[in-house]
């Protein structure tokens, strides 16, 4: 059974302050791995879709970086607006639940002006 | 990525009553997935909902509990029956065209059953 563990469960950052943000996974076969940021009261939003070890991904202040058993959330020179939950899911290759996201508990991160 | 529009936004039920949540998408997908987020907590899909056949539901998910309809590749409506308060929670849908595209998510429902 696909597995995905997100830490810390709550970050707090002063702005400007960089930090990263952790994802295990354990899956049979990674399709993909995704990372989407949740803004309370709204549906999650797509950041970054890594497919293989070694892959790299930017936008703005967020750097997303892929291995084997994990991945990271590196956010640089945050500011107050970067405050969101940020989750990890993964999907599987093949199976019956093609297209399935198993996602984490997710990382809350709070950004201080 | 496409847009969907999920319906109502939030809803205050009483117990034993049934609840629709619909989601319309502003494009053709060929997969639309339902999920549960409860307060504090990530999501967990319910079930997966393709065109012309009946969802896939998670173990733990039944579908005399969660009825679902895909009557196109734009549309889905999920029904919450029976409610107790346990069911409380968001509801989100989501569609994904296949492929190496990313799934893209509606507003969500949160549905307070008192």
């Known amino acids: 059974e696909d597995q995905v563990t997100q830490s810390p469960e709550a970050l707090r950052l002063q702005e400007g302050e960089s930090s990263s943000l952790n994802c295990s996974y354990t899956?049979?076969?990674?399709?993909?791995l995704f990372w989407y940021r949740q803004d309370p009261g709204k549906g999650p939003e797509f950041l970054f879709t890594?497919?293989?070890a070694g892959e790299e991904k930017e936008k703005e202040r967020l750097k997303a970086t892929l291995t084997k058993k994990e991945s990271f959330l590196h956010i640089t020179a945050p500011k107050p607006e970067d405050s969101a939950t940020y989750l990890c899911?993964?999907?599987?290759?093949?199976?019956?639940?093609?297209?399935?996201?198993?996602f984490g508990q997710g990382t809350i991160l709070t950004v201080h002006p | 990525s496409a847009v969907i529009s999920q319906k109502p936004s939030r809803d205050i039920c009483q117990r034993g009553t049934s609840l629709t949540i619909q989601c319309q998408v502003d494009?053709?997908?060929?997969?639309m997935f339902w999920y549960r987020q409860q307060p504090g907590q990530s999501l967990t899909l319910i079930a997966t909902?393709?065109?012309?056949?009946?969802?896939?539901?998670e173990s733990g998910f039944v579908i005399d509990k969660f009825p679902i309809s895909r009557p196109n590749l734009t549309f889905s409506t999920l029904t919450v029956s029976n409610m107790s308060p346990e069911d409380s929670s968001i509801y989100l849908c989501?569609?994904?065209?296949?492929?190496?595209?990313?799934?893209?998510f509606g507003q969500g429902t949160r549905l307070t059953v008192v």
């Open positions: 890594l497919y293989s």
């Open positions: 494009s053709q997908v060929t997969m």
């Open positions: 989501s569609g994904d065209r296949g492929g190496a595209t990313e799934a893209f």
């Open positions: 909902a393709n065109q012309g056949s009946e969802a896939t539901y």
């Open positions: 899911a993964v999907q599987e290759t093949g199976g019956t639940s093609y297209g399935k996201l198993t």
């Open positions: 899956v049979s076969g990674l399709r993909g």
